[in-house]
C-alpha cells in the first residue's frame, strides 16, 4: 500500500508519482466522517455488496480478512519511469516475473475467483489462464525454453512446488511435502530449482509472558534448496539453524544463488511479518558453498535479481542496487525483464481500510456457506437487520477501540461505543434478546499476559456502557446463552487461559471444568447445549466442545497448526472457525505480505461434532474471527 509518507519519498516529477494521484483523492474522499459519530464507507454506493446469500448459499459467514482491496501488475523502466499497467482487474493481480524471451509476463490473478496463474503479453494482450485449480496457486516462474511453468499449489493439501507442462498440460508435484515451498526459481539451464521452504524447522515459539508476536503465532523458519526438475538431488545450502532465508534467484551463469536471509531470533518477535526487522543480500556460491554477504545496514531486504554486474533487490521503500543506486516507490515483488531494461511489479489500486472499506462478497469453496467480509470480529442483532464490529486503532504508540454498528451491506455506519484510550476492545457479541452488546476492554491479545480487562455491557441504542466483571483478572471473549440469563467468557491470569460462566442476574461466576488451564474463544451454541472453545492443552490450539454443565468434553479436531475462533451456526448444525491446517502458503515476510500478521489462517467449517471439515477460503493471506449471519435474513 503506498502511504502517505512513502508517496513523499517518490519523486515529484515521477510518472509514479502521477499514478498516485488517485489514490490519495480516493483515499481523502473514503476517510471523510459526516457528523458526529458517522462514518462513511464510500461516495459511491454502487461499491457496497448486499449480504445476501449467493444463490444456492444455506448460509453467510462474516469474517475478518487482511489481504489487500485490489492489486494491479504494473511495468515500469529501469529507473522507475514510464509506469503502466499491464492488464488492469478489480480482482487482485500480483507475483508476476517476465519469461525467458520476454514475450510474456506470468502472475497470479483472482479474476476467475480463486488465485490462479495467469499469462499476458508485456502490451496487454493475449491474456491466457494456465491453471484453474480451485485451490491456491501462485508465485509462477517459467522455464528457460518456455515449455514449463513452475509454481506453489495448495491442491494436495498443503504449499508444494507444481510443474506444469505447457505443451502436454500434464502436472506434477515437485516436492510433496507437509510443510510448505515457496519462490521456485530456474537454473539458467534448466535443469535445477531453487526454492525456500519451513520444512524440517521448529512449530512453535518460547513460551514467554511479554507482549508481542511471540505468545500465539507459528512461526516459519525458512531454509534455501535446491533440487533438480525431475525431484532427486534434493540438498540445503543455508544453515538450517540460526537463520531464516527467502526469495532465491540464480546468477546468469548459474554457479550462484543470491537470497535474503536474517537471524532466526526475529522470527519470533514479529520482525519480518511486521516489517520492523533486518535482513541482508547473501550470494552462496552452490559448488564451494562459499558466502558472501552483498549489503549492510538496518531494514528488510528482498527479491534480490542479478541486473548486469549488479544484484538489485527490494526494500520498504523502493528497490537498491547492490552498487548503490536506489529507485524509490512501492514497487512490490519486481522481476526484471531479460534486456534489464525494464521491470515488472505489482503495487495496490485500492488503499481503503477498515473504516472506509465496502463490505466484499467473496468467492467460497462450498456454495452453501457464503461469505462476507466485514473489517473486523463482528456480531450480528437477532434479526439480522444489523450488524457490530471492532474498529480497531492500530497506529502509533496509542491503540484502542471503537464498537460500530452497520447495515448488512455496510451502509449507515455509526460508531456506538468508543473505549478509553489505550486499550483494546474486542469480541463484541449482540445478546439474542436485542437489548445488550457484550465486549471486552483492557489489555488483550498479546497483552494480556499484563493487564488487566473487563467485560462492558453497551446498549444498542443509545451507546451507554455498563461494566460486568470487577475483579483484577483479565476478561474477554463473551458469548450469551440463548436465554440471554449468562454469558461463558475467557478469563486470563498470567500465562493460564480459563473459561467462566457469568449469571447476569446474581453476578456470580463459576469456572467451567473443562480440564485444561488454556482455554479460550468460547462460543455458545445457539440451541443452548454446548460450549464450543478453543484449547491449546495438546501442544498447539484446537477446537474442543463441552456441555454448559462441564460434562461431555471432546476434541472437535485433529489438524496441523492452529484451530482457533469458533462460531457455531444459528442452526445448532455447524461450526466455522479459523484454521492453519493447510500452512504458510508464502514466505512471512512483510514486504512479500504485507499487512498479514498470521499470514495461514483459513476459514473452514465442520459440523458441530467434528465431522465433515472442509476449508470455505485457500490464499496467503489471514482471515479469521468468523461470525454467522442469522438464518432468517438469508434468501
Same mark, same amino acid.
Given at each position: 500500500?503506498?502511504?502517505?509518507?512513502?508517496?513523499?519519498?517518490?519523486?515529484?516529477?515521477?510518472?509514479?508519482?502521477?499514478?498516485?494521484?488517485?489514490?490519495?483523492?480516493?483515499?481523502?474522499?473514503?476517510?471523510?466522517?459526516?457528523?458526529?459519530?458517522?462514518?462513511?464507507?464510500?461516495?459511491?454506493?454502487?461499491?457496497?455488496?448486499?449480504?445476501?446469500?449467493?444463490?444456492?448459499?444455506?448460509?453467510?459467514?462474516?469474517?475478518?480478512?487482511?489481504?489487500?482491496?485490489?492489486?494491479?501488475?504494473?511495468?515500469?523502466?529501469?529507473?522507475?519511469?514510464?509506469?503502466?499497467?499491464?492488464?488492469?482487474?478489480?480482482?487482485?493481480?500480483?507475483?508476476?516475473?517476465?519469461?525467458?524471451?520476454? *514475450?510474456?509476463?506470468?502472475?497470479?490473478?483472482?479474476?476467475?475467483?480463486?488465485?490462479?496463474?495467469?499469462?499476458?503479453?508485456?502490451?496487454?494482450?493475449?491474456?491466457?489462464?494456465?491453471?484453474?485449480?480451485?485451490?491456491?496457486?501462485?508465485?509462477?516462474?517459467?522455464?528457460?525454453?518456455?515449455?514449463?511453468?513452475?509454481?506453489?499449489?495448495?491442491?494436495?493439501?498443503?504449499?508444494?512446488?507444481?510443474?506444469?507442462?505447457?505443451?502436454? *498440460?500434464?502436472?506434477?508435484?515437485?516436492?510433496?511435502?507437509?510443510?510448505?515451498?515457496?519462490?521456485?526459481?530456474?537454473?539458467?539451464?534448466?535443469?535445477?530449482?531453487?526454492?525456500?521452504?519451513?520444512?524440517?524447522?521448529?512449530?512453535?515459539?518460547?513460551?514467554?509472558?511479554?507482549?508481542?508476536?511471540?505468545?500465539?503465532?507459528?512461526?516459519?523458519?525458512?531454509?534455501?534448496?535446491?533440487?533438480?526438475?525431475?525431484?532427486?538431488?534434493?540438498?540445503?545450502?543455508?544453515?538450517?539453524?540460526?537463520?531464516?532465508?527467502?526469495?532465491?534467484?540464480?546468477?546468469?551463469?548459474?554457479?550462484?544463488?543470491?537470497?535474503?536471509?536474517?537471524?532466526?531470533?526475529?522470527?519470533?518477535?514479529?520482525?519480518?511479518?511486521?516489517?520492523?526487522?533486518?535482513?541482508?543480500?547473501?550470494?552462496?556460491?552452490?559448488?564451494?558453498?562459499?558466502?558472501?554477504?552483498?549489503?549492510?545496514?538496518?531494514?528488510?531486504?528482498?527479491?534480490?535479481?542479478?541486473?548486469?554486474?549488479?544484484?538489485?533487490?527490494?526494500?520498504?521503500?523502493?528497490?537498491?542496487?547492490?552498487?548503490?543506486?536506489?529507485?524509490?516507490?512501492?514497487?512490490?515483488?519486481?522481476?526484471?525483464?531479460?534486456?534489464?531494461?525494464?521491470?515488472?511489479?505489482?503495487?495496490?489500486?485500492?488503499?481503503?481500510?477498515?473504516?472506509?472499506?465496502?463490505?466484499?462478497?467473496?468467492?467460497?469453496?462450498?456454495?452453501?456457506?457464503?461469505?462476507?467480509?466485514?473489517?473486523?470480529?463482528?456480531?450480528?442483532?437477532?434479526?439480522?437487520?444489523?450488524?457490530?464490529?471492532?474498529?480497531?486503532?492500530?497506529?502509533?504508540?496509542?491503540?484502542?477501540?471503537?464498537?460500530?454498528?452497520?447495515?448488512?451491506?455496510?451502509?449507515?455506519?455509526?460508531?456506538?461505543?468508543?473505549?478509553?484510550?489505550?486499550?483494546?476492545?474486542?469480541?463484541?457479541?449482540?445478546?439474542?434478546?436485542?437489548?445488550?452488546?457484550?465486549?471486552?476492554?483492557?489489555?488483550?491479545?498479546?497483552?494480556?499476559?499484563?493487564?488487566?480487562?473487563?467485560?462492558?455491557?453497551?446498549?444498542?441504542?443509545?451507546?451507554?456502557?455498563?461494566?460486568?466483571?470487577?475483579?483484577?483478572?483479565?476478561?474477554?471473549?463473551?458469548?450469551?446463552?440463548?436465554?440471554?440469563?449468562?454469558?461463558?467468557?475467557?478469563?486470563?491470569?498470567?500465562?493460564?487461559?480459563?473459561?467462566?460462566?457469568?449469571?447476569?442476574?446474581?453476578?456470580?461466576?463459576?469456572?467451567?471444568?473443562?480440564?485444561?488451564?488454556?482455554?479460550?474463544?468460547?462460543?455458545?451454541?445457539?440451541?443452548?447445549?454446548?460450549?464450543?472453545?478453543?484449547?491449546?492443552?495438546?501442544?498447539?490450539?484446537?477446537?474442543?466442545?463441552?456441555?454448559?454443565?462441564?460434562?461431555?468434553?471432546?476434541?472437535?479436531?485433529?489438524?496441523?497448526?492452529?484451530?482457533?475462533?469458533?462460531?457455531?451456526?444459528?442452526?445448532?448444525?455447524?461450526?466455522?472457525?479459523?484454521?492453519?491446517?493447510?500452512?504458510?502458503?508464502?514466505?512471512?515476510?512483510?514486504?512479500?505480505?504485507?499487512?498479514?500478521?498470521?499470514?495461514?489462517?483459513?476459514?473452514?467449517?465442520?459440523?458441530?461434532?467434528?465431522?465433515?471439515? *472442509?476449508?470455505?477460503?485457500?490464499?496467503?493471506?489471514?482471515?479469521?474471527?468468523?461470525?454467522?449471519?442469522?438464518?432468517?435474513?438469508?434468501?
Amino acid at each position: 500500500m503506498v502511504t502517505l509518507a512513502e508517496l513523499a519519498l517518490i519523486p515529484s516529477g515521477s510518472q509514479l508519482m502521477k499514478s498516485c494521484v488517485f489514490c490519495i483523492i480516493s483515499l481523502s474522499l473514503a476517510c471523510a466522517f459526516i457528523g458526529a459519530g458517522q462514518i462513511t464507507a464510500s461516495s459511491a454506493q454502487e461499491d457496497l455488496q448486499t449480504a445476501s446469500a449467493p444463490m444456492g448459499s444455506q448460509y453467510t459467514i462474516a469474517f475478518k480478512s487482511f489481504a489487500p482491496n485490489n492489486s494491479d501488475i504494473f511495468l515500469a523502466d529501469q529507473d522507475g519511469s514510464h509506469i503502466r499497467a499491464v492488464v488492469p482487474d478489480p480482482a487482485l493481480d500480483y507475483n508476476a516475473s517476465f519469461s525467458a524471451d520476454g *514475450h510474456w509476463i506470468v502472475f497470479t490473478s483472482y479474476r476467475a475467483g480463486s488465485a490462479d496463474i495467469w499469462r499476458v503479453h508485456p502490451d496487454g494482450s493475449g491474456l491466457q489462464r494456465l491453471t484453474s485449480d480451485p485451490g491456491f496457486e501462485d508465485q509462477a516462474a517459467l522455464s528457460p525454453d518456455g515449455r514449463s511453468l513452475a509454481f506453489v499449489s495448495s491442491r494436495s493439501g498443503q504449499a508444494d512446488i507444481w510443474i506444469l507442462d505447457l505443451v502436454t *498440460h500434464k502436472m506434477r508435484n515437485l516436492t510433496d511435502h507437509p510443510a510448505g515451498d515457496f519462490r521456485p526459481a530456474w537454473s539458467p539451464d534448466g535443469k535445477w530449482i531453487a526454492f525456500s521452504s519451513d520444512r524440517d524447522r521448529p512449530r512453535a515459539c518460547p513460551n514467554t509472558t511479554r507482549p508481542g508476536a511471540g505468545s500465539f503465532v507459528t512461526p516459519q523458519y525458512r531454509d534455501i534448496y535446491l533440487v533438480r526438475t525431475d525431484g532427486s538431488g534434493l540438498r540445503r545450502i543455508t544453515n538450517g539453524t540460526s537463520e531464516t532465508a527467502g526469495t532465491p534467484s540464480w546468477s546468469p551463469d548459474g554457479t550462484r544463488i543470491v537470497f535474503y536471509t536474517g537471524d532466526a531470533e526475529q522470527v519470533c518477535t514479529g520482525g519480518l511479518v511486521l516489517g520492523t526487522g533486518t535482513t541482508q543480500i547473501v550470494s552462496v556460491e552452490i559448488v564451494s558453498g562459499k558466502r558472501e554477504t552483498l549489503t549492510t545496514g538496518d531494514g528488510l531486504k528482498v527479491c534480490p535479481r542479478w541486473v548486469g554486474r549488479d544484484v538489485v533487490y527490494q526494500t520498504k521503500d523502493g528497490i537498491r542496487f547492490t552498487s548503490g543506486r536506489e529507485v524509490h516507490g512501492m514497487f512490490q515483488v519486481p522481476a526484471w525483464s531479460p534486456d534489464v531494461r525494464r521491470f515488472v511489479f505489482h503495487a495496490e489500486t485500492d488503499l481503503r481500510g477498515d473504516r472506509e472499506r465496502p463490505f466484499q462478497t467473496w468467492p467460497s469453496l462450498d456454495r452453501r456457506f457464503a461469505l462476507l467480509r466485514v473489517p473486523d470480529a463482528s456480531s450480528f442483532s437477532p434479526s439480522g437487520e444489523r450488524m457490530v464490529y471492532i474498529l480497531t486503532n492500530f497506529h502509533g504508540e496509542i491503540r484502542s477501540g471503537k464498537l460500530v454498528t452497520a447495515n448488512l451491506d455496510g451502509s449507515d455506519r455509526k460508531v456506538l461505543w468508543e473505549g478509553p484510550l489505550t486499550q483494546d476492545a474486542a469480541g463484541p457479541a449482540w445478546s439474542p434478546c436485542g437489548d445488550a452488546i457484550l465486549v471486552g476492554v483492557g489489555g488483550l491479545f498479546q497483552r494480556a499476559q499484563i493487564g488487566t480487562a473487563s467485560l462492558m455491557s453497551v446498549n444498542p441504542k443509545n451507546g451507554q456502557a455498563l461494566q460486568i466483571t470487577h475483579d483484577d483478572a483479565n476478561n474477554g471473549m463473551p458469548s450469551w446463552s440463548p436465554d440471554c440469563q449468562q454469558v461463558v467468557y475467557r478469563v486470563a491470569r498470567g500465562s493460564n487461559r480459563e473459561l467462566h460462566i457469568l449469571d447476569l442476574a446474581t453476578g456470580n461466576s463459576h469456572k467451567l471444568e473443562t480440564g485444561s488451564e488454556y482455554d479460550t474463544f468460547p462460543s455458545w451454541s445457539p440451541r443452548g447445549d454446548w460450549i464450543v472453545f478453543t484449547s491449546k492443552r495438546d501442544g498447539d490450539y484446537e477446537i474442543y466442545r463441552i456441555r454448559p454443565d462441564g460434562t461431555g468434553l471432546r476434541r472437535l479436531t485433529h489438524l496441523p497448526g492452529n484451530d482457533a475462533h469458533p462460531s457455531v451456526s444459528p442452526d445448532g448444525e455447524w461450526t466455522a472457525f479459523a484454521t492453519s491446517a493447510q500452512g504458510f502458503k508464502d514466505e512471512a515476510v512483510q514486504p512479500l505480505l504485507v499487512g498479514t500478521f498470521q499470514p495461514y489462517g483459513e476459514i473452514g467449517v465442520m459440523r458441530i461434532d467434528g465431522s465433515e471439515f *472442509h476449508l470455505l477460503t485457500d490464499n496467503a493471506t489471514e482471515e479469521g474471527a468468523p461470525a454467522w449471519v442469522p438464518l432468517k435474513t438469508q434468501k
